[in-house]
């Protein structure tokens, strides 16, 4: 048994709702065997994990797997299984698993939900998952050790360095009970926060406003003294030195006890207390370096306060490491039960961290590890308070008084930091601050900390929590801001790229900028900024991560949500455009209903109260409402559609819903029996007259997306009118002119989009001066290639076959032997020809096509396609390239104007599916 293969989800998905992995595991040897077959498999796991008996699996309470083992289930289930059992073990709380087979014998799907904020690059899934098969093997072989503890701890460890610490632990949390937004940045404690134009950065306690100069100013000891101490802000008598002599010379115009620290030193490593001598100065500035500050050690106790956009928003008194003893146990064993605390780790990684009994502990505690401290006395390890070298807190705030809460206002303000951790000597924080004049200060502030950690705050050992990460996300987002832009997602078998250029288009006006993903790149404000097939989350996160972006559209495709998840958590408009045959057999696609599911994630993630355009006309899109996750009575539903006597459509603007449709040559938007044209659907960009009302049922999609999010109905018939296909849509629908030719580009490349487009040539051309040169991809099943052959057979009486360059796992020339096979079956007279590239199929193509016909040309990739008719000498024919004989479409009032209570409307059912 062995992992073949390993990809994460890193967002919503077709499993559940929050990253996963997707791990393809082979049995091997162990396929066709269940566990029943194995005499004292499930005793030996239960031994090795007993906690495997609590697992719920099918049954839905716990013993549910221990039934399913006893009976007899499939090794690859085991392994799902134990890896959540491991992953409780090492504290990373999943629950979610599920096991399903990829069709092939002894072939299995793995999938087990993620922490929501585990790094997208993290190898703890893969460590698990090997962990869970070595498990499961050993068990099958006999064995009963189960993981070895020491494995256990190196994943723990593992998993613990990769996790965020508390202080970005605690704003990521605030951030989401706010719905905002939240992306992790690698393993590293830099997230973003919202989208496009609201967004924000922060790393821990450091925000994307923080003062570089505040933070060289508190990073610079020295400095921060002088700063405070010439504003009149009470600070230790002291000053800086380069070299022990230095520091000597500062002991003795000083006097002691005196803290020697370094300069740019932090988390309080390197500092020495109360020295009072010139040996105890110098040897303390050899160890911190050389280039310190020396000061006289102020009276009283260790306060921390932490300072939020000018606001007190936590305090803490902090008390150095220590132990108590009880009169039983070694100096070395109470460090062990110290330590023992789960909330004690390395580092920064926990609330608390680990006691450490070295030689300055045991120098400043005058035992040795063995010695047995009285029952409750206080050896303390460390002088200073800091929590990174085991000190621990007690919460203040409610104590603080309104002089220390001034004075930290005004010391954050002098430094220039939004969120600033002041450390204060005092007497208590509860009473007034003693009086500044010429003596020398008794307490006062000795050191401000940019970027200061949260822990004291978020988890005292005394005292009330305080949520400081909900006070940092509040300044970052004031006014209760969710931080979210508005955002559209389009999915859909055909028309999806279209639809989203449309819809970007009619949403960019009033000078507002639109971030765009589609099959062709990513778009800020019409500007290409990646070229590439941009339809998969990675692309998603590059719109909603640019900060100039306000609006984003982005077009969303069945292979990358199935094999990375969706790119964002929710959506403020969803749009679906038709679901047909298309990709089927690939990624576990086996039906037209898989490919439903699969586009259903787009409506399912679709926020309360956000809308849901569904296309009336299609099938399997109706069904969508009627799926539980759509939870389609929490959003608006609004439909479009070609044909107005639709019955879903009439039963749903009879309950006084809101659609959009063609009637009577116009584009029309229906709420109850309101009607209000918009365009005439002669005049829509790319429909040639008419003769294209895919194009029609593309722009109605868009519409209703435009119009969801607040565009005026004015603005998107005028914007609407603006667009220009060969500019805004190139390769969708294009058509040129070389000579007396036509040549008509699009994308389509399956049954229903290339049924589409020969029935727009047709109308233009009529049925017999229709040449194609046609290339389709070699990753669809052989009976979908099939199925377009007989299409392309059935419109055209020649054509020109090429292979993508990409053959896509297909031999050079299979393609286009079995689509050319397929068509002679279907009409033996054809005029069939196979060229090799693109070139030779356009050239080919032209040869056979006579003055006044036309050349449909399906391309592999829009860029050299064009490059190359360019080179031939073709130019754009506009959108009339024939006068075509079409009927006279009745007049309708100006755009804008309300028709209610008139006669219903009627027009001929159209259910052409728009193509990309």
Known sequence: MKIESLRRLRGPNVYLSRPAVVARLRLEELTGRETSDVTGFTERLLRALPGLAEHHCAAGAA????????????????????????????????????????????????????????????????????????????????????????????????????????????????????????????????????????????????????????????????????????????????????????AVRLLRDLGGPVVVKPRHGSQGRHVALGLTTPGEVERACRDAGGDVVVERQLDGRDYRVLMVAGEMVAAAERIAAHVVGDGRSTLAELVGLTNADPRRGVGHSRVLTRLTLDAEALRLAGREPADVPADGETVWLREGANLSTGGTSRDVTDRVHPDVTRLCQRVAALVGLDIAGIDLRLPDIAAPLPPTGEDEPTAGVIEVNAVPGLRMHLAPVRGRARDVGDAIVRAMFPGGSDGRIPTVAVTGTNGKTTVTRLAAHLLGGNGRTVGTTTTDGVFVD??????????????????????????????????????????????????????????????????????????????????????????????????????????????????????????????????????????DGWLVQATGARRTPLLRSAEVPGAYGGAAPHAVANALAAIAAARALGARTETVAARLGEFEPAVDNPGRGTLLRLGDVSIFLDYAHNPAALATTLRTLHRLWGTDRCVAAVTLPGDRRDDLLAASAQILADGLTRAVLYDDGDTRGRAPGEVSTLVEREMRSRRPLIRAARAEGFRDAVTTGLGLTAPGEVLLVIYEKWAPMRAFLEELGAVPAGTHPVLPSTPAVRAMPQVGRDLTGSAPMVSKSVTDHGHS
């Not at 009963?144 to 704003?171: K, V």
């Not at 951030?175 to 997230?191: H, K, M, N, T, Y």
Request: glycine share 14%.
């Open 526 to 663: 019409g500007r290409a900024i990646h070229l590439a097939d941009a339809t998969g989350p990675r692309s998603a996160q590059q719109v909603l991560g640019d900060p100039q972006v306000e609006v984003a559209v982005l077009e969303t495709a069945r292979g990358g949500l199935l094999r990375r998840g969706l790119g964002y958590d929710w959506s403020d408009v969803g749009v679906i455009t038709n679901i047909t045959a298309d990709h089927l057999g690939q990624d576990g696609l086996d039906a037209i209903e898989d490919l439903a599911h699969v586009k259903a994630v787009v409506a399912e993630r679709v926020r309360d109260g956000g809308t849901l355009v569904l296309n009336v006309d299609d099938p399997w899109v109706r069904s969508l409402p009627g799926r539980p996750r759509v939870r389609a009575d929490r959003k608006r539903l609004v439909w479009f559609g070609l044909d107005p006597a639709n019955p879903v459509l009439t039963e749903h603007l009879g309950r006084g819903g809101t659609a959009y449709v063609l009637q």
């Open 63 to 246: 013993g549910g797997f221990v039934s399913r083992l006893r009976g007899g289930t499939y090794f690859g289930h085991v392994t799902e299984h134990v890896c959540l059992e491991l992953s409780q073990l090492i504290g990373r709380d999943v629950s979610f698993g599920r096991t399903v087979s990829t069709g092939e014998p002894g072939s299995y799907d793995v999938i087990l939900e993620c922490p929501v904020d585990e790094s997208p690059e993290s190898r703890v899934p893969g460590e698990l998952l090997e962990a869970a098969v070595d498990l499961v093997l050993a068990t099958h072989a006999g064995q009963t050790g189960g993981t070895p503890a020491a494995r256990l701890e190196e994943l723990a460890a593992f998993a613990e360095r990769e996790a965020t610490g508390p202080s970005t632990r605690a704003i990521i949390a605030a951030a989401r009970r706010r719905g905002i937004p939240v992306e992790r940045f690698d393993d590293l404690s830099l997230v973003r926060l919202g989208w496009g134009t609201r967004r924000r950065m922060a790393w821990a306690a450091m925000t994307d406003r923080t003062s570089g100069v505040g933070i060289d100013i508190a990073g610079d000891k020295h400095v921060t003294r002088r700063l405070l101490g010439e504003a009149g802000i009470p600070v230790a008598a002291g000053g800086a030195a380069g070299s022990p002599g230095e």
